[in-house]
């Protein structure tokens, strides 16, 4: 049996992205790509907050540090690292944590509901926070992204920062959990 060792994280500048993200002249003037196993973990600007969300998720569920100071220190080191997350992208991050702390129980239950045999807190924290954060984009009417998206998303979150088999276990049960979602979803007046 093989031991997976820890992951490279390379830092680099993507000069086809030479462009400024917020007003502030504080951040630099481009974006900063992060690159995992040659995967860019911030392809677009929701797929960015995406990635800092579920950063903030991983980091909150490992450690004894609140889900604010947690964010605070994270947009902290962004700026620093020269990745520029705009005011805009602070809200959706915080908007994103704050659904899936707030729901979840609920979104647990919905896990657990499609994916019987593999219960929620022995899942790997990664999978586990993937699936918060796809469902509860999924459920919470603030944020309106059409199902594809947030399926695709949660495929690219597991491809970059989980297991081998994460993208396709991350799949199936939001698959699952989906159509669940639908059936259960009231149908819309005319």
Do not use: W
Request: proline share 5%.
């Amino acid at each position: 049996m093989s031991q997976m060792g820890p992951r490279k994280v390379r830092y680099e500048i993507d000069p086809s992205r030479n462009r400024k993200l917020v007003d502030s002249s504080a951040l630099p003037t481009h974006t900063t790509v992060i690159s995992v196993n040659g995967k860019n973990a911030y392809e677009g600007r929701r797929s960015h907050y995406r990635a800092v969300a579920l950063q903030c998720l991983y980091e909150q569920e490992t450690s004894e540090h609140t889900p604010s100071q947690v964010m605070l220190q994270r947009f902290q080191s962004l700026q620093e690292a020269g990745i520029a997350v705009s005011v805009e992208g602070q809200r959706y991050v915080r908007q994103l944590v704050a659904g899936v702390m707030e729901d979840r129980l609920h979104l647990d239950a919905c896990i657990e509901q499609v994916a019987r045999r593999f219960p929620v807190d022995t899942l790997p924290c990664i999978d586990r926070n993937i699936l918060r954060l796809a469902l509860c984009e999924v459920k919470r009417q603030e944020f309106d992204t059409p199902i594809k998206v947030v399926i695709s998303e949660a495929i690219r979150l597991a491809e970059c920062y989980g297991s081998d088999v994460s993208p396709r276990f991350v799949h199936g049960v939001l698959g699952a959990a989906l159509k669940v979602h639908a059936a259960e979803a009231p149908e819309p007046a005319s």
